[in-house]
């Protein structure tokens, strides 16, 4: 008996979370999910420079410009004028399809570094930060993207999503494997500030304030 009083009081706690969520104003779900963005690409950009100054500081590979990041078949916006010729659903589908294509290869990356036993554990672990980060900002985005809905700002579906391009497997060279963990590293950094940047023209647009 006690165990079903356990298990109704949990079923409330989540309906009422979910009650709280969907009362939360449109423009308090931006401001969430833009905070959570920047967190994220904050801790992408700490990353990449500890591995820089770890790996690649005796090396000449540092500011290489042969990279392809796996997400380059997405189409996104450069600058702001050009995000804002997307439509509002057309420029969250963007968002979304750039979280996607990151899930597999942040934790590939965690795996990768977990395996470098002379990178400091702490930043390792960053690696696995960032692929829940990217988690649950994904889910923060479709929240944001359930209330337009209902508010009617866009319509009721979002085009589905494919399965985004495999990144460039690992070779057996532990120098292709710092350079390809590099590479990530470097298009991971460059991708969540296009999600930060385009979450904030999003919300600019729907739910201006000041400094839009």
């Not at 963005?37 to 290489?64: C, P, T, V, W």
């Not at 085009?159 to 963990?181: G, K, M, R, V």
Request: glycine share 2%; hydrophobic share 40%; aromatic share 8%.
């Amino acid at each position: 008996e006690s165990f079903s009083h356990i298990l109704l009081f949990l079923s409330a706690s989540f309906f009422l979370l979910a009650l709280l969520c969907y009362a939360l104003s449109l423009s308090d779900l931006f401001d969430r999910v833009i905070q959570h963005s920047a967190r994220m690409h904050s801790l992408s950009s700490d990353l990449h420079s500890e591995f820089e100054q770890y790996f690649l500081s005796s090396k000449n590979h540092i500011g290489r410009v042969n990279r392809r990041c796996h997400t380059s078949n997405i189409l996104t916006p450069n600058g702001k004028e050009n995000a804002q010729k997307l439509t509002v659903k057309e420029l969250t589908e963007v968002i979304l399809k750039l979280l996607l294509a990151w899930r597999d290869p942040l934790s590939h990356l965690h795996q990768s570094m977990a395996h470098q036993n002379d990178f400091n554990s702490f930043s390792g672990n960053k690696a696995l930060e960032m692929s829940d980060m990217v988690h649950e900002l994904k889910k923060g985005v479709e929240k944001v993207a359930e209330k337009m809905q209902l508010l009617g700002i866009i319509s009721n579906s979002l085009n589905a999503f494919s399965s985004p391009d495999a990144f460039i497997p690992y070779s057996n060279s532990e120098e292709s494997i710092t350079l390809t963990n590099h590479d990530l590293l470097y298009c991971f950094r460059r991708d969540s500030n296009k999600v930060q940047n385009y979450l904030k023209i999003l919300k600019c647009r729907i739910v201006p304030e000041n400094g839009c």
